[in-house]
């Protein structure tokens, strides 16, 4: 199933609506009736000590984990339960705390990974793919240095570029909702700049995220 059309409308003000959501591993409440609302175009950061339940929240918003209790709104229509593939269909995209690139690969190929552009008899256009990823390099990264190509390898790159690798990627795919989980926490100072200049950037695009 494909992602659905954003027909212009907004059903409601919030993007994301989440509900008096509670979330219990046995004995353990990781989280506690907690509520958290997300506008159109809006950059929200989740500030909190580590075992706070912020990574719990990301896994509810993003459909890795199912709450216990409580309610999730998606452009004003209550999602009874929210997996990963309807959570993409929705236009809900995570970057994860755990990198998902090969670093092995270039660029490209970790754009298009798993989901290739093919011609109808089901061959990966890779000139395309290419070509698609020097755009999203230069208008979506900055990235304007002939120094580094859609076939540069992503082991070059440094933390927080490949961050941004990551985030390229969703918007390319055409994600309202870019949920970031601790994208900053194993990187220095001048790379986690990098990492909110991003940030910055989803927004100016008219895009929401959550970091």
Avoid at 2 to 22: C, E, H, P, Y
Avoid at 111 to 121: A, P, Q, V
């Amino acid at each position: 199933m494909g992602r659905a059309t954003d027909n212009g409308t907004k059903d409601s003000q919030f993007l994301v609506d989440v509900r008096n959501v509670t979330k219990r591993f046995g004995d353990v409440v990781a989280l506690n009736k907690v509520s958290l609302s997300i506008g159109y175009n809006e950059a929200v950061g989740i500030v909190g000590d580590n075992g706070a339940g912020k990574s719990t929240l990301v896994k509810i918003l993003t459909g890795a984990y199912t709450p216990d209790e409580g309610e999730i709104y998606v452009k004003g229509k209550r999602v009874k339960r929210l997996t990963p593939q309807k959570a993409y269909e929705l236009g809900i995209e995570v970057v994860h705390q755990e990198r998902t690139l090969s670093e092995q690969q270039p660029l490209w190929r970790n754009i298009f990974m798993g989901r290739e552009i093919t011609n109808s008899l089901g061959f990966i256009r890779i000139s395309e793919q290419k070509k698609e990823t020097e755009k999203l390099m230069k208008k979506t990264l900055g990235f304007t240095s002939g120094g580094i190509t859609s076939d540069t390898d992503v082991k070059v790159l440094s933390g927080g570029e490949k961050q941004g690798v990551q985030i390229a990627r969703t918007l390319y795919f055409k994600a309202d909702l870019v949920v970031m989980d601790e994208p900053t926490i194993q990187l220095s100072l001048s790379e986690a700049e990098k990492v909110l200049n991003f940030v910055r950037g989803l927004k100016r695009k008219g895009k929401s995220c959550i970091f």
